[in-house]
């Protein structure tokens, strides 16, 4: 499927990402002055404000939003990579950001990108991961839908994500959270 132009893609992906849920996400990787994160997948770089004042660089599949981040943000840290490949040396970052990537992506690519994220990863780096998952309840019929038609072909429940996780990772902390009728997984790994 085609990727979502970028207008359209900044206008749904600032729905959720409201004041609430970046606030949250700041909180969770402690940016500090020094600190290296790696924003993957780094769509048009709306993430990018909360991992200030650290050294930020974001990496996207698609060529086109990396060119929207750079033109939004006038910033030349964005570049095109795989998440399953990247283009970096062992131990580059101290944290990665990896929001909504994995229910793109099935089992066997989710575990080839955990592992490269294992690689770069520094001594005592840790791993932010906020994902899509279906809803607990299943009277919530505007989640599901949305979640059905998300372009995300590989949307899992929040235990069979910590599976894959554990697979590379410890997991710290993990919790579910409601952002609109929408459920989400946060998880901090090590």
Same mark, same amino acid.
């Given at each position: 499927?085609?990727?979502?132009?970028?207008?359209?893609?900044?206008?749904?992906?600032?729905?959720?990402?409201?004041?609430?849920?970046?606030?949250?996400?700041?909180?969770?990787?402690?940016?500090?002055?020094?600190?290296?994160?790696?924003?993957?997948?780094?769509?048009?770089?709306?993430?990018?404000?909360?991992?200030? =004042?650290?050294?930020?660089?974001?990496?996207?599949?698609?060529?086109? &939003?990396? $060119? #929207?981040? %750079?033109?939004?943000?006038? *910033?030349?840290?964005?570049?095109?990579?795989?998440?399953?490949?990247?283009?970096?040396?062992?131990?580059?970052?101290?944290?990665?950001?990896?929001?909504?990537?994995?229910?793109?992506?099935?089992?066997?690519?989710?575990?080839?990108?955990?592992?490269?994220?294992?690689?770069?990863?520094?001594?005592?780096?840790?791993?932010?991961?906020?994902?899509?998952?279906? =809803?607990?309840?299943?009277?919530?019929?505007?989640?599901?839908?949305? &979640?059905? $038609? #998300?372009? %995300?072909?590989?949307?899992? *429940?929040?235990?069979?994500?910590?599976?894959?996780?554990?697979?590379?990772?410890?997991?710290?902390?993990?919790?579910?959270?409601?952002?609109?009728?929408?459920?989400?997984?946060?998880?901090?790994?090590?």
């Amino acid at each position: 499927m085609k990727p979502l132009p970028a207008l359209v893609y900044n206008s749904i992906v600032n729905i959720f990402y409201n004041k609430r849920f970046l606030k949250f996400i700041h909180e969770e990787l402690q940016p500090v002055q020094g600190l290296r994160i790696l924003d993957v997948p780094c769509g048009t770089g709306i993430l990018m404000n909360c991992c200030k =004042p650290s050294i930020y660089v974001g990496a996207d599949i698609d060529v086109y &939003r990396v $060119m #929207d981040a %750079g033109r939004r943000h006038g *910033h030349e840290d964005f570049i095109v990579s795989d998440a399953s490949n990247l283009a970096f040396k062992d131990k580059r970052f101290d944290r990665i950001l990896a929001s909504g990537l994995f229910h793109h992506v099935n089992d066997s690519t989710s575990l080839k990108i955990l592992s490269e994220f294992k690689r770069v990863l520094a001594v005592n780096g840790k791993l932010i991961v906020l994902e899509a998952i279906w =809803p607990h309840n299943r009277f919530n019929l505007i989640g599901l839908a949305g &979640r059905k $038609m #998300d372009q %995300g072909n590989f949307v899992r *429940h929040d235990t069979e994500y910590e599976a894959l996780f554990e697979q590379h990772f410890k997991i710290k902390k993990s919790i579910c959270f409601s952002n609109l009728c929408f459920e989400y997984l946060f998880s901090k790994l090590t």
